[in-house]
């Protein structure tokens, strides 16, 4: 559940919360410091769907999102936290690394305008998981000057 209209991705050792990062992700979707990623969804009434996929290089940018924000991730545990923030969060494993990453939104225009329809705190089971976002993950590519080391 999206509690507090969002959800954010962090390495199980970082505990800081950038609240900046908040009013960027409320403008864009999604904002990163390189630390976290804070998500911003749609609504908070009704379970969205997170996928998550690691890759051996940059994956193509699905055709079918309403969009998407790139930016570098550190796991250097090797755990990936996802945050519903006051909800709870899971650990979930990952090679420990520097990471590119895209989360790509799905359904957000249409999971807004139901919420926005609905009146009842009870939505059909029909709605929920419109909203879905994926989360691609890839070694960050090393910069010219760390190579020249």
């Known amino acids: 559940m999206p509690d507090y209209s969002g959800f954010d991705l962090y390495d199980a050792d970082f505990d800081v919360r950038d609240d900046d990062l908040i009013k960027l992700a409320r403008a864009q979707g999604a904002a990163g410091n390189g630390r976290e990623i804070c998500v911003v ?3 908070s009434r009704y379970p969205v769907e997170l996928v998550i996929e690691t890759w051996t290089a940059e994956p193509a940018v699905n055709g079918d999102c309403e969009g998407h924000q790139e930016m ?3 796991i250097p ?3 990936l936290v996802i945050s ?3 909800r709870g969060a899971w650990d979930v494993p990952v090679p ?3 990471y590119s990453s895209r989360i790509s939104f799905f359904g957000r225009e249409t999971a807004r305008r139901t919420t926005d329809r609905t009146l009842s705190t009870a939505l059909p ?3 929920e998981r419109t909203e879905r976002y994926l989360l691609h993950l890839w070694p960050a590519q090393r ?3 760390a190579l020249l080391r």
């Open 41 to 43: 969804c749609a609504q």
């Open 72 to 74: 570098r991730l550190d």
């Open 77 to 79: 545990s090797g755990l």
């Open 84 to 86: 519903e923030r006051t």
């Open 96 to 98: 420990k690394g520097t």
């Open 125 to 127: 089971p029909a709605h």
């Open 143 to 145: 910069s010219a000057q």
